[in-house]
Nanobody
Framework: QVQLVESGGGLVQAGGSLMLSCAAS????????VAWFRQSPGKEREFVAA???????FYGDGMKGRFTISRDDPKNSWYLQMNSLKPEDTAAYYC????????????????WGQGTQVTVSS
């Protein structure tokens, strides 16, 4: 059974930075695409970024330039560095993984973490 656990969320002022981490257990995700999504109250879960098994990165609209996704396969982990945070980035952030090429839809991901809250104050 694959388990994903996020960490690194918290409260930060606008313009600040946070790094989220996702640690996987149960099996290696070396050949998987891994990703981050976020969800604000009353909104649908939104694609943030993904990194393929080959290291190619993909970002959602408005994410590239402020957010950077990376992975560390020996540690079975991946990360989301978030800079220049804005109040509208406030959301629960979820890590996810899929056995396949990169994708942006929630339904295409096989495994999910429980989420970590990021709150950006103005």
């Amino acid at each position: 059974q694959v388990q994903l656990v996020e960490s690194g969320g918290g409260l930060v002022q606008a313009g600040g930075s946070l790094m989220l981490s996702c640690a996987a257990s149960g099996r290696t995700l070396r050949g998987y695409t891994v990703a981050w999504f976020r969800q604000s109250p009353g909104k649908e879960r939104e694609f943030v970024a993904a990194v393929s098994f080959s290291g190619n990165t993909f970002y959602g609209d408005g994410m590239k330039g402020r957010f950077t996704i990376s992975r560390d396969d020996p540690k079975n982990s991946w990360y989301l560095q978030m800079n220049s945070l804005k109040p509208e980035d406030t959301a629960a952030y979820y890590c996810a993984a899929r056995d396949g090429v990169w994708a942006t839809r929630v339904s295409e991901y096989d495994y999910w973490g429980q989420g970590t809250q990021v709150t950006v104050s103005s």
